[in-house]
Antibody, heavy 118, light 108 residues
Framework: EVHLAESGGGLVQPGGSLRLSCTASGFTFGHYEMNWVRQAPGEGLEWVAYIDSDAFSTHYGDSVKGRVTISRDNAKSSLFLEINSLRAEDTAVYYC???????????WGLGTRVTVSS | SSELTQDPAVSVALGQTVTMTCQGDSLTSFYASWYQQRPGQAPLLVIYGNTNRPSGIPDRFSGSSSGDTASLTITGAQAEDEAAYYCNSRDSSVNYLVFGGGTKLTVL
């Protein structure tokens, strides 16, 4: 069964940093582009970051550009998101999502919750 | 513009047909996808490439596109279809990928 599992969320103080992880199973991870998508409480979905299958190309959402780094370890079927200089507005559930045909996100994890508060 | 615009809320009577729309400049160049998100759950892909339905998605879900507008239609809405629906596509301006603001569907 195709599965994505996020981890690494929690409570962090403003200005702090966090590294989120996503472990994939049930498919050949290294063959797929991957993304991070977040959802603030009561709000809609916001695309955060993209990485291609070989980690040669990355793209970031305008609201996080310069504070976020997406990376991957294909040997360990793992995706990562490092977020620095955390702000209250970064409070959200962070989902990893597999890139499918025509730029669709065809597999999603259950998400990990990040709360930025003092 | 890098935005995709969706109506905030739509309602449909049980068993009737409802169409939700997603409008944006990027849709003239790129395909739209649609996601269903029930409260407390992760999003689920229901349409990709404007019109394609993933395996396991009921055939009452269909997608179409014309110009700068993509549409998601549910023919014979069921109670379990009550959810938020989001569109997304590639984007050619500020952001590489973009989501619409979402439509909350109520089944009456």
């Amino acid at each position: 069964e195709v599965h994505l599992a996020e981890s690494g969320g929690g409570l962090v103080q403003p200005g702090g940093s966090l590294r989120l992880s996503c472990t994939a199973s049930g498919f050949t991870f290294g063959h797929y582009e991957m993304n991070w998508v977040r959802q603030a409480p009561g709000e809609g979905l916001e695309w955060v970051a993209y990485i291609d299958s070989d980690a040669f190309s990355t793209h970031y959402g305008d609201s996080v550009k310069g504070r976020v780094t997406i990376s991957r370890d294909n040997a360990k079927s793992s995706l990562f998101l490092e977020i620095n200089s955390l702000r209250a507005e970064d409070t959200a559930v962070y989902y990893c999502a597999r890139g499918g045909e025509h730029w669709a996100f065809d597999v999603w994890g259950l998400g990990t919750r990040v709360t930025v508060s003092s | 513009s890098s935005e995709l615009t969706q109506d905030p809320a739509v309602s449909v009577a049980l068993g009737q047909t409802v169409t939700m729309t997603c409008q944006g400049d990027s849709l003239t160049s790129f395909y739209a996808s649609w996601y269903q998100q029930r409260p407390g759950q992760a999003p689920l892909l229901v349409i990709y490439g404007n019109t394609n339905r993933p395996s396991g998605i009921p055939d009452r879900f269909s997608g179409s596109s014309s110009g700068d507008t993509a549409s998601l239609t549910i023919t014979g809405a069921q109670a379990e279809d009550e959810a938020a629906y989001y569109c997304n596509s590639r984007d050619s301006s500020v952001n590489y990928l973009v989501f619409g603001g979402g439509t909350k569907l109520t089944v009456l």
